[in-house]
């Protein structure tokens, strides 16, 4: 059973950063492509960042040159540094781990406000 577990989310001014981490267990976390997705309200989830077990990265246009994702297979961990933060990146951020875009695991989300 794979378990993820998401933190570093909350609230922060326009212009700031944050970074999350998702921790995955009960898997073989280096075959599996891992990701961040987020859902902001009234909207569809839309992906923002994967990177494959392969180490390729795709980034959504819109985060583009502002995100980050990185992974610690050493530490089945996989990290989305956001800097530059705009007030439309308000969502709920989860994370998503499997074979699959997406795959087939999901977190339970955390929440990332930024005010304006």
């Known amino acids: 059973q794979v378990q993820l577990v998401e933190s570093g989310g909350g609230l922060v001014q326009a212009g700031g950063s944050l970074r999350l981490s998702c921790a995955a267990s009960g898997s073989i976390f280096s075959i599996y492509n891992m990701g961040w997705y987020r859902q902001a309200p009234g909207k569809q989830r839309e992906l923002v960042a994967i990177i494959t077990s392969g180490g390729s990265i795709i980034y959504a246009d819109s985060v583009k040159g502002r995100f980050t994702i990185s992974r610690d297979n050493a530490k089945n961990t996989v990290f989305l540094q956001m800097n530059s933060l705009k007030p439309e990146d308000t969502a709920v951020y989860s994370c998503?781990?499997?074979?699959?875009?997406?795959?087939?695991?999901w977190g339970q989300g955390t929440q990332v406000f930024v005010s304006s």
């Open positions: 998503n781990l499997g074979h699959g875009i997406p795959g087939r695991y």
